[in-house]
């Protein structure tokens, strides 16, 4: 069973940058989409970006224009690229196919500070 380790969150103010990294402990190749969710405190997790195994990408109308998905299938790893971030980009971040083919990971935290 592929296991999943979510990195690369923190505390920054609104307006700054973060760059998560998810790699996969097995090949996330046979995987056509990946992606990455989030879940505020209080909320349902909800999709935020979306990438295929050939590079196409998706996006939330959220986070349009400021976070940007990629994936390494050779490294088996998935990224997301979060700039311009708002105190509503709070949330605890995971990654997974789309649909979900995985057990959650543990996420990492994203905390905006305004």
């Known amino acids: 069973q592929v296991q999943l380790a979510e990195s690369g969150g923190g505390l920054v103010q609104a307006g700054g940058s973060l760059r998560l990294s998810c790699a996969a402990s097995?090949?996330?190749?046979?995987?056509?989409?990946m992606g990455w969710y989030r879940q505020a405190p209080g909320k349902q997790r909800e999709l935020v970006a979306l990438v295929t195994r050939g590079g196409r990408t998706n996006y939330t109308d959220s986070v349009k224009g400021r976070f940007t998905i990629s994936r390494d299938n050779a490294k088996n790893k998935v990224y997301l690229q979060m700039n311009s971030l708002k105190p509503e980009d709070t949330a605890v971040y995971y990654c997974?196919?789309?649909?979900?083919?995985?057990?959650w990971g543990q996420g990492t935290q994203v905390t905006v500070s305004s």
């Open positions: 097995g090949s996330i190749f046979s995987i056509n989409v």
């Open positions: 997974n196919g789309d649909p979900t083919v995985f057990d």
